[in-house]
T-cell receptor
C-alpha cells in the first residue's frame, strides 16, 4: 500500500511560471486536501475535496486551483508562481471529513525565485 | 486570527526530562487530534480524543482532552532522542475541516 503519493519532491520555479503538484492516494478515501506549511504557522488548508467532482476553498486558496476528476487524484495547480508561494506543500486524505485521521504524503518543497 | 494555539513554540530538554505541550481552541471541539512531524518529514497521526476529560496513553506519551473540550495537552515522560520533532494538535474548528496549531518543536539533548 503506497498511501498518499506526492510528486515532485522538490521544485524550483521562476516568478510567473505555472506548475502542477500531483497527489494520488490508493486508500479509496473520499476526502482529500492540500496544505502549505510555513515556519511558525503550522499547516494551512488551501483547498479540499469531499469526493470526485467536488472541490472547495480552504483558508488560503488565492493563487491555487484544484480539480478532482477521480477519487484517487487531487492535483494542485499554481497559476502564476510568486515568491510568497515558496513553501512545503502537503497533500492529505482521510476516510471522513472532520473525524478521522489524516494520512499525509511526503510533501513537495517548492521554491519560487 | 489563529483559532488553534499551542505553547510553547519551542522546547529544549535534556534526555530523560519530561515535556509537555498545550493546545487551546477558540471554540468547542467535537474531537482533537495530535500529529508528530520529524525533521524533514511529514505529519504522522498519533491519536484522537473525543470525550470530555478523556485521557489516553501511548507508552511514555499521555494525551488529555479538557473538560470543556477547548484544550488539550500532550505529556512525554522521560524524553528520548527519538522524540525529537514538531508536535501539532488539530481540531475541526468549523465542524468539518481540521485547523492545525502552529506546533511545538521539541529538541532533546543527549
Amino acid at each position: 500500500n503506497a498511501g498518499v503519493t506526492q510528486t515532485p519532491k522538490f521544485q524550483v520555479l521562476k516568478t510567473g511560471q505555472s506548475m502542477t503538484l500531483q497527489c494520488a492516494q490508493d486508500m479509496n478515501h473520499e476526502y482529500m486536501s492540500w496544505y502549505r506549511q510555513d515556519p511558525g504557522m503550522g499547516l494551512r488548508l488551501i483547498h479540499y475535496s469531499v469526493g470526485a467532482g467536488i472541490t472547495d476553498q480552504g483558508e488560503v486558496p488565492n493563487g491555487y486551483n484544484v480539480s478532482r476528476s477521480t477519487t484517487e487524484d487531487f492535483p494542485l495547480r499554481l497559476l502564476s508562481a510568486a515568491p510568497s508561494q515558496t513553501s512545503v506543500y502537503f497533500c492529505a486524505s482521510t476516510r471522513e471529513q472532520g473525524s478521522q485521521p489524516q494520512h499525509f504524503g511526503d510533501g513537495t518543497r517548492l521554491s519560487i525565485l | 486570527g489563529q483559532q488553534v494555539m499551542q505553547i510553547p513554540q519551542y522546547q529544549h530538554v535534556q534526555e530523560g526530562e519530561d515535556f509537555t505541550t498545550y493546545c487551546n481552541s477558540s471554540t468547542t471541539l467535537s474531537n482533537i487530534q495530535w500529529y508528530k512531524q520529524r525533521p524533514g518529514g511529514h505529519p504522522v497521526f498519533l491519536i484522537q480524543l473525543v470525550k470530555s476529560g478523556e485521557v489516553k496513553k501511548q507508552k511514555r506519551l499521555t494525551f488529555q482532552f479538557g473538560e470543556a473540550k477547548k484544550n488539550s495537552s500532550l505529556h512525554i515522560t522521560a524524553t528520548q532522542t527519538t522524540d525529537v520533532g514538531t508536535y501539532f494538535c488539530a481540531g475541526p474548528v468549523d465542524g468539518q475541516n481540521f485547523v492545525f496549531g502552529p506546533g511545538t518543536r521539541l529538541s532533546v539533548l543527549p
